[in-house]
């Protein structure tokens, strides 16, 4: 799990969804307690990032940081790619939709129609801004990197110019979201119940097998921050 960047008067800020972020299905699951947000963003390692170029929806993957005490209203989610990315590339202040998800377990019922799974996911939607300025563009990009192992931006060199040049960040505020989750057990039907059978949950976490050191790098010891995030995957 990812060292939680949450801070103490950001946590105090109830999430409030719009009507684009409200659950309409199950909201018994949803929460409007801001915590559970950074929870999943903190553990999830990658996100969907959903946006509609030359007309047409796209979904990517990609990495992503977070800074909850942001220049955005409550809180600033950073995502960034290539310049030549046309889903990153386009018009200012685009309407996106970036979703998170942490899978917890596979629940398995007595009947195909009650199978399940237990998750936690996380929707943000909003408009991006590009960012442009010089050291919050760096931050971002540390957050990146801190966000798939803690601490380890400070370890490596400073990004070069072209380097910069070549990346595009994108901004959006922690301001419209939406949290949900599902735990427990499956749910099964009385008559299903009755004429018995097994039914459970495999439960799931995301996991290191260890760390392999590249070809070009054999003879040298991992950093003291691989080791502690291949440590705490295992």
């Not at 629940?107 to 408009?127: D, I, K, P, W």
């Not at 931006?153 to 949900?180: G, I, M, N």
């Amino acid at each position: 799990m990812a060292v939680s960047t949450t801070s103490p008067v950001r946590d105090r800020l109830p999430l409030s969804p719009t009507s684009r972020t409200t659950l309409n299905r199950r909201p018994d699951r949803g929460s409007a307690d801001r915590r559970d947000l950074y929870d999943v963003l903190d553990e999830a390692l990658i996100c969907h990032f959903g946006v509609v170029v030359d007309g047409s929806p796209v979904v990517l993957p990609t990495a992503f940081g977070y800074d909850p005490d942001g220049p955005d209203p409550d809180g600033t989610l950073y995502l960034h790619g290539s310049v030549a990315s046309k889903s990153l590339q386009g018009e200012p202040q685009r309407n996106v939709c970036v979703t998170f998800t942490v899978l917890d377990g596979l629940v398995l019922a007595r009947t195909g129609f009650h199978h399940s799974m237990n998750y936690r996911c996380a929707v943000v939607m909003g408009q991006t801004r590009k960012v442009t300025d010089p050291e919050e563009k760096v931050r971002a990009l540390n957050l990146v990197v801190d966000h798939a192992v803690p601490g380890r931006a400070k370890t490596l060199r400073p990004h070069s110019r072209k380097e910069l040049a070549a990346t595009v960040v994108l901004a959006l505020p922690l301001v419209e979201a939406s949290v949900k989750a599902r735990s427990g057990d499956p749910v099964d039907d009385a008559a299903d119940l009755e004429a018995g059978g097994w039914a459970g949950v495999i439960p799931l976490r995301l996991g290191a097998t260890g760390f392999a050191t590249a070809a070009d790098a054999l003879g040298q010891d991992p950093p003291a921050d691989v080791r502690a995030r291949a440590a705490a995957l295992s």
